[in-house]
């Protein structure tokens, strides 16, 4: 007689939104009205247990600020990083220099970080340049847990996600608009001990109209995220140790209202 073998169980699960400093939260409801900007983390931290950091793709990440925005949060919280644009997107010549700026100033945050996100642009496409100039990055970042998000389709191979997997580097799983040339959404899990998924909107004008508020402003439905929850989600969960969510879609709150509600049904 021959018995199935147990079915692996569902990792944890740690759920937020991208950005949390956002003055028309405040206007939403997300925050009480008179919330200043200083005081937002607490507040963040207080329903959320991750948060991924967008200040530091606009700006090289400083030590002291790091420091800073620690002492905000409690100790159990955790952050994701972006890498600075200097480094992804704008790749300027000096770039080894900004390597080692972001290393010394991200440190602070060491024994609290999920991830440093490198978010690639639509147009760094899979060409040699572009694959030597992401495995220098890759190695300049390896003392820290990396994940690597792609925009151009031409990634998505399996020599790609053979090389992620080698160095432990987790693929980002990303939910937006179903376009031509974009990276598909994939439940690809490179790294076993992460996965990482974020949700960016599904809205396809917004997406081609260059406007960033019009980019992001989608909110997910119940059905949506339930569908997504137990089909794409809980396949991720199978294949990793612990995941991290992060949604978006921030115009009008609606990032941290999806939020709350995928919370509540992974739970």
Known sequence: MTTNPPEKKLCPVLIGTSGYSY???????????GTRTPEMLSLYAGLFPIVELNYTW????????ISRMIAKAPEHF??????????????????REALRLYRDGIKPLHKQLAAILIQLPPDFNWTRNNRYYLSHLLDGLQQFPLAVEFRHASWARDSVFAELEQRWVTLVTVD??????????LDVVTNSALFFVRFHGRNKQGWQSGNMQKKFDYSYSEDELREWNQSCLSRLRRRAERGVIFFNNH?????????????????
């Open 58 to 65: 606009y700006q090289m990440v400083r030590a002291e600020a």
């Open 78 to 95: 955790l952050f994701a990083a972006k890498l600075t644009r200097t480094l992804t997107h704008e790749r300027e010549r000096d770039w």
């Open 176 to 185: 937006g608009p179903s376009l031509p040339g974009l990276f598909p959404c």
């Open 251 to 267: 115009v009008r709150a609606q990032a941290p209202e999806n939020a709350v509600l995928l919370q509540k049904m992974v739970q």
């Open 23 to 33: 003055t028309e939260w405040v206007d939403s409801g997300f925050y009480p009205q």
